[in-house]
């Protein structure tokens, strides 16, 4: 299991889990039910041929949709089947009209079919399998403190994407990471509304992605989107948490901590703005 972070304000959080990510995930690995769950899926993996053959094998099918953030679709099995059967060179397949990004991420990892047409996949292959089951943990980790706080969760998933993103569409495909790049850019909710090709250029204006590959850059987004979200969506703080005491007790930690003032503007927005 995951550290408790109930009643740490988001920073600290943050703080006390960078601390311990190793030793988080070494845990989670060792965890019975985890354990077992990515013997599963490296036992039988490799004799599954057909998008079919996957979703009617529940416990493998059930761990790629976890390692891929769709637990709430496991029971969509036809919908599933579909995507990955999709033929992504047609731009009216069912994979290609769906805005959200994890089902584009099951469909290439699982390869079935390919813009060079349908295939038989190798899974087999070790290093594909451990890709897979790392992706499964790292999302285990990610949603176990999601489920905690919110904002800790959008940070994380930002940290995972943070590569990746090569264009605005690729953020605007994601809800988390259109929460985080709004919040940190001090962009009104509202501006979902717009076409997304009108969104895609609002932000471009605000932001050049460019900046992500400097790291001192992602952790100034961080700091901005955690502090905005903490005014406006306080987390609460306990001075008896548990993870409080952790943190407290944590030497290589607690020297790592400083302190530091927000100088952040007023947060108030009217859509109007966007057409001025």
Sequence with gaps: MVLSISGLNSQLALNLIDSTQTRQLESLQSEPQHARAA????????????????????????????????????????MI?????????????????????RFGELHAAMGFT????????????STWQDG???????????????????IVGSVLEFR??????????????????TEFFQTAL????ELSGLDVDKQAEIMAEKFDLADLAD???????????TAISEILNPQGYSATSS?????????SLSSSIIEITWDIAPVSFSSYSLYR
């Design 243 to 251: 993870a409080l005491t952790i943190l407290q007790s944590t030497s």
């Design 160 to 177: 995972q994407q943070a590569g990746e993103i090569e264009n605005w569409y690729n953020v605007l495909s994601n809800e988390t990471l």
């Design 39 to 78: 013997e599963q899926f490296r036992e039988r993996i490799a004799s599954i041929t057909t998008p079919k053959e996957l979703v009617q094998d529940f416990e493998v099918y059930s761990f790629v949709m976890k390692a891929y953030d769709l637990e709430d679709h496991i029971f969509a099995k036809g």
């Design 186 to 189: 001090s962009l009104p909710t």
């Design 114 to 125: 390919t813009e060079a047409g349908t295939q038989t996949p190798d899974f087999s292959n």
């Design 81 to 101: 089947r579909k995507i990955l059967e999709s033929d992504p060179s047609d731009s009216s397949s069912l994979v290609n009209k769906l805005t959200d990004s």
């Design 215 to 225: 790291p001192a850059e992602r952790e100034r987004l961080i700091n901005r989107y």
């Design 132 to 150: 897979i089951v790392d992706q499964y943990f790292q999302q285990a980790y990610e949603t176990g403190y999601a489920d905690q706080n919110e």
